[in-house]
């Protein structure tokens, strides 16, 4: 099931995001780190109404966010549709010990679903250039690779923009 997260979500979600850090860097992946993505950034998501979690029986497995928010680094960019009505994913995470069953299929049907019920124009997102697996995650559900972006915080490699018409 796929709900709206709440404050009371927060700890069990970073927990999620650390574990997924943790197996990422074993496999030379320095996507994520100690400050990013941050309980911070949640409370935040949780503020806008825009984290979503995934529960499977009685566990929480994997987060989303689905933001209207276009963030600063972004701006240049040049997306393929007008900066008017996108929305922009950020987040997403399944906890590794669920990974490979299909959750991270079932949260980005939920984001496109959600986006074309509420008639926005494209989503939008970024991920990071030495992850293949991501990569073609994204890339088979028809998103466009755009130009990269640069994260100082978070790695010397870029990240690549995506974009996937609605």
Known sequence: MIRKGTYG?????????????????????LQWNDSYPSKQAFLKDVERHELFVLEAGNDLVGCITISTLMDDIYKPVSWLTANTHS?????????P???GKGYAQQLM?????YAIKNNYASIRLDTFSKNPRNI???????????EAIYFPKQSKFPFYCYELIL
């Open 87 to 95: 929305i922009y994913i950020h987040r997403l995470a399944i906890h």
């Open 9 to 29: 979500d927060i700890d069990t979600v970073v927990s999620i995001t650390k574990a997924c850090a943790k197996h990422m860097i074993a496999q030379n992946i």
């Open 97 to 99: 010990r669920h990974q």
């Open 109 to 113: 049907e939920y984001a496109e679903h």
């Open 136 to 146: 073609k995650f994204y890339e088979l559900r028809g998103y466009q690779r755009l």
